[in-house]
C-alpha cells in the first residue's frame, strides 16, 4: 500500500508489493527424451589368452555401470512420458529470484556440461524487466503447451468466482441479503 506523505513523497509499507518484485517467471520446456545407455561389449579374446581374466573384470564392471545407467535411463524415461501425457508442452512458472536464479544456473551447468541437448528454463515476458522479449520468451518455434492454456483458463475461472463472491459480500460487495 502506497501513502502518499507529501507533494512528491511517498512510502510503502505493504511487504506485497515488495514480494511481488522478487517473483520471476521461466518457461518449462520439459525433459528432453533420454537415449538409452549403450551395452559393453563382452572380452573378444580367448579364455587360453592371459589379459582375459582382466578384460573380463573390466567388462563386470561396465556391466555394473551399464546397469546402473540403465536404472537412471528408466526414472528420466518415466519423467519424460509422464511430462507430455500429463503437461503436454511448455509451461509457464512462478518462482522466487533466488530458486529461479538457481533453475537457470543448473540448467545452464547441465548444457555445459553435455547432460542436457538444450536448455529447459526460459525467463518469460511476464518478468520485471523481460517485457521486450520476442514468443513470450520462448525459443523460436516453440509455442505454449496445452498445459500452459489449461493453467490460464483455470486462473481466469478461480478469478471469476472470487469476483462472484466479493460482489455477494453483505459487507463488502455491492449486493447486500435480505
Known sequence: MKVQTGEYSSYSNNLIDEHGKSKVWLWDLGPEEPLPPTEPDPPSMPTSDPKFHLENLRHKRAVKRFEDELLIYERNETEFQHWHRN?????????WSCDATDALKHDAKAVADGRQKRARYYVSSRTRGWEKTKNLGLPNGVE???????NLERQLAGHKEFVEILKSDPQFGQESRP
Open 87 to 95: 503437461v503436454r508442452g511448455p509451461v509457464e512458472l512462478m518462482m
Open 144 to 150: 505454449p503447451g496445452e498445459g500452459h492454456r489449461e
